[in-house]
Every structure is written in C-alpha cells, then in structure tokens.
T-cell receptor, first 114, second 114 residues
C-alpha cells in the first residue's frame, strides 16, 4: 500500500512568487495535516483539512492557504513568497481524529525562496 | 503556549555509545509521548512512544524513560550504530483531538561515528 506522497520533491521560487505543494494521503485517510520544518525550529503546525474543510490552522499568516479535494488529496499554497518561507514542508495523513500513533508523514517538499 | 523543550540540539557519539536525548513538557494534560526519527530527505517516522502510566518502554535498542513528576522524558539508544545517524524529534499530545494537537520538540541531530 502506498504511503503519503508529496510533490514536487524540490521547488525553487523567487521572492514574491507563489508556490503550490501537493500531498496525497494514505488510502482511507481523510485528514491531511501540513507542517513547516524550518532549520532549528522543529515542526510547526500549519493547516488541517478533513472532508474538504479547513478544520484548524496554526499561527501563520493568511498567505499560507490550501484546499482538500474530493479524493482527499491536498494542496498547500504560499503566496507572496518571502525568503524565510524556505523550509521543508511536510504533510501527514490520518483518519479523522485518529490517534497520533496512526498518522504518517510524507517525504516532504523542500521549498527554497531566492 | 504548549511547548516541548528538547536538548541537546546536536550530539556526536562513537559507535557503541549510548546517546541520550532529553525532553521536557509543560501541559499535564499530555498523555502520549512519541519519538520520531528523520533521515535526510525523508519525512519523520514514528520510532517509539510511551504513555504516562509506565516509566520505561523498550523496543529493540531504543528505550524511553519517563518521569511524570518532573514532566520529563528521554530517549536512549543502546549500542548506537552509524545507521542511527538521523534527526530525532520528541513530541507530546493528548490521544484525542487528532494529530493537530501534537506538539513537537525542536529536534536533535545525532551523528554516530564508526
């Protein structure tokens, strides 16, 4: 069975541009979580989607947004890119309100803003 | 704000040594304490987890020690191997409310020298 897959693996953008990152959850999982992993800061919670709805967001500005499609895959959009947005963006999937022990991460998208 | 403080930031040990990574938490409502292992270019993977009703849990060469009164927990890697070189994250959450409730430490980069 396929795990959580993310694309692209690497993305290089110029400051001010928009970036779109994609995530496909494990089959049967309806919840997708997005995290930002910046150097030295651990994993910071960005967004949680379930059944196509945004359920919660972390302490990030509105230029970080996303959506979830009927097949439960998800997109993270980052508008007006800033240099400090350079980070590894991870998504994880789980059942709705499933236990943390049964959430799984993808390999991440490395976003570099120049 | 709920926090999980992790130390050290980086650690170098020789093969066969026992690296120890420490974490401290504040929220007494946390009841699930996982550790994640992340190799370069990969997403974090659940390594081992403990609940506060036990003081120690072992899985292979990995051991979690838990001190509920001190609100601290630690990861010990017995007979460490170069293949254990990775970044390790501790985390804490309640087992309800979904994965969005998981709070991560800032990570420890471990290097095991042959």
């Amino acid at each position: 069975e396929a795990g959580v897959t993310q694309s692209p693996t690497h993305l290089i953008k110029t400051r001010g541009q928009q970036a779109t990152l994609r995530c496909s959850p494990i089959s049967g999982h309806t919840s997708v979580y997005w995290y930002q992993q910046a150097l030295g800061l651990g994993l910071q919670f960005l967004l949680w989607y379930d059944e196509g709805e945004e359920r919660n967001r972390g302490n990030f500005p509105p230029r970080f947004s996303g959506r979830q499609f009927p097949n439960y895959s998800s997109e993270l959009n980052v508008n007006a890119l800033e240099l400090e947005d350079s980070a590894l963006y991870l998504c994880a999937s789980s059942l709705f309100l499933g236990p943390p022990s049964e959430a799984f991460f993808g390999q991440g998208t490395r976003l570099t803003v120049v | 704000q709920q926090q999980v403080k992790q130390s050290p930031q980086s650690l170098i040990v020789q093969k066969g040594g026992i690296p120890i990574i420490n974490c401290a938490y504040e929220n007494t409502a946390f009841d699930y304490f996982p550790w994640y292992q992340q190799f370069p270019g990969k997403g974090p993977a659940l390594l081992i987890a403990i609940r506060p009703d036990v003081s120690e849990k072992k899985e292979g060469r990995f051991t979690i020690s838990f001190n509920k009164s001190a609100k601290q927990f630690s990861l010990h890697i017995m007979d460490s191997q170069p293949g254990d070189s990775a970044t390790y994250f501790c985390a804490a959450s309640s087992d309800s409310g979904g994965y969005q409730k998981v709070t991560f430490g800032t990570g420890t980069k471990l290097q095991v020298i042959p």
